[in-house]
Every structure is written in C-alpha cells, then in structure tokens.
C-alpha cells in the first residue's frame, strides 16, 4: 500500500510541478523566467502580469474568438458524429466497411500533413481569414474519431430497446431522441470534450488561416508575446493559466455525466 501511495506520489508531482511553475513565472515582477528561489510564491509577488493582460493586450478579444469557435465545432461535431455513428452502428450498408475503415486511416496521419491541401480548399471557398474556415477544419479533423468513439458506445447499447420503442409505437427519430440518445449521455460527453479541446488547444491551423489580428484566437494571439529578441513571459504564464481554466472547468462540470454503465438493468427480464 506504501508503495502505491508512494508511486502515485511520484507521478502527482511530475503532473503538478509543471503548473505550479507557471503560477510561480506569472506572479513574478517583469519577466523573470528562472530564479533560484524554491519558493511557490516569489518574492514581492504581484498580479500585475493579469491586470496588464485584461487591459493593455487583446486578450478578452482572444478569449471570445477562441470561445466562439470551440462552442461553434463541439456542437457540429456531436450533432454530426451523434447520428452518423448511429446509421454506423445500426444500419448495414454497401460501402460501410470502407467508410468505417476509410475513417481510422485518416487517423493515421498527422493533421500538418493536411494543411497544404485543407489550405488550398479553404482558398477556393474563399474561407481564409475566418472563423468559419478554422471550424471546418477543427471539425473535420475531430469528427473520425467521434464518429468511431461513437458508434462503438452505441453498439453496447441493446437492439432489443429499439423494438420496444417501436413496439409502443416510436417512430426511428422519437426511437433515436427519446431513448437512445438519453443512454449516450457518456459517449456524448467524451464527444463534445474532444471537439471543444480541438478546437480551444489547436494553434497551428488557427495561425495559418487567421491573418487578421482581430480573428486571433488565444494560441495565437499568446504566441504574440513571443518574439525573437525577447519574451513575455510574465504575460505568457498568465495567459497560458487562464486558457487551461475553461478546459478544465468544463471538465470538472461534465465529469458527472462520465458514468459507465448507463444502460445496465434498462431491459426488463
């Protein structure tokens, strides 16, 4: 027991210690990146960095450009991958083995890979330096994986549902809403974690499409303070703590709903 304790100890700590320096950097006066102080708060500590970040940068601008664009994928990407994972799961089709495969090979790949070729269409739909053209992107290089995270939830749920509903009269849709769709609580939730984490981490797209410094989203517009001859790094570390509260807070908000096991005891023996 001892042990275990003593290796999760181990762990917290190389989990933790990461964070806890960047709380350290952005409660620090100017731009002091290493110190030989050991202590968590530094002397003369201040939130100077956090007052300077709301109001001599663009930040609240970021944070509503990266707010709107993660709301805008997470609810395209369940709403898509919610009843394209469903007609995966229930329905045999021709061509559904070469859909199902054709999705786990585009996981293969990493997404720079695709850049080239997401630019150029981006282009023909005139769609640079948009908000809409950075969604489709997130949201097509999110939806394989939702589409496979849910159809293989929904092939655990019991056909014999179904057809009860139906049996009491349901069509397919009110089958799909009032039944199925209760019972993917968790799959749902893994779904729109995954979307909205794609879209609210993602910098590299962001900072190839969005030009404007006004559509910046957050990864981009902190990678502003970074810059050749000097760093913010005040800045930076306040900045790089307030984007994780959201992910976080979201986590801790939908991590009731992460329960498995939903559908045991549904059907009446």
């Known amino acids: 027991m001892i042990g275990t304790y003593g290796v999760l100890a181990i762990f917290g700590f190389f989990a933790l210690y990461p964070i806890s320096q ?29 007052r300077e970040l709301f109001a001599n940068t663009e930040f609240l601008t970021w944070l509503r450009n990266s707010t709107l664009v993660a709301l805008a994928v997470t609810a395209t990407g369940v709403v898509l991958a919610s009843i394209g994972g469903y007609a995966l799961s229930r329905h045999r089709f021709r061509g559904r083995a070469a859909v199902l495969s054709g999705l786990l090979v585009t996981q293969m790949f990493p997404a720079t890979m695709l ?25 097509a290089t999110a939806l394989p994986f939702c589409l496979w995270q849910l159809k293989g939830y929904y092939d655990t749920i019991p056909t014999s549902l179904e057809e009860a509903a139906a049996i009491d009269g349901c069509t397919p849709w009110q089958t799909f809403r009032r039944v199925i769709l209760p019972l ?9 974690l995954f979307s909205f984490m794609t879209a609210w981490n993602e910098y590299v797209v962001a900072a190839l ?56 005891g549904a059907v009446k023996e």
């Open 22 to 50: 960047i709380v350290t950097v952005s409660l620090r006066s100017g731009d002091h990146l290493l110190s030989t102080s050991l202590s968590f708060i530094p002397e003369n500590a201040s939130l100077a960095n956090y």
């Open 115 to 139: 850049l080239l070729p997401l630019y150029l269409v981006l282009i023909k739909l005139q769609l640079i330096n948009s908000f809409l053209g950075v969604a489709l992107i997130y949201t």
């Open 184 to 192: 993917s609580v968790p799959g749902l939730v893994i779904t729109a």
């Open 209 to 264: 499409v969005l030009q404007d410094t006004a559509l910046f989203t957050l990864p981009v517009g902190l990678k502003s303070f970074q810059s050749n001859l000097s760093t913010q790094w005040g800045l930076y570390a306040a900045g790089a703590l307030l984007v994780s509260l959201p992910v976080i807070g979201l986590f801790l908000f939908l991590s009731r709903y992460l329960v498995s096991g939903m559908t045991s």
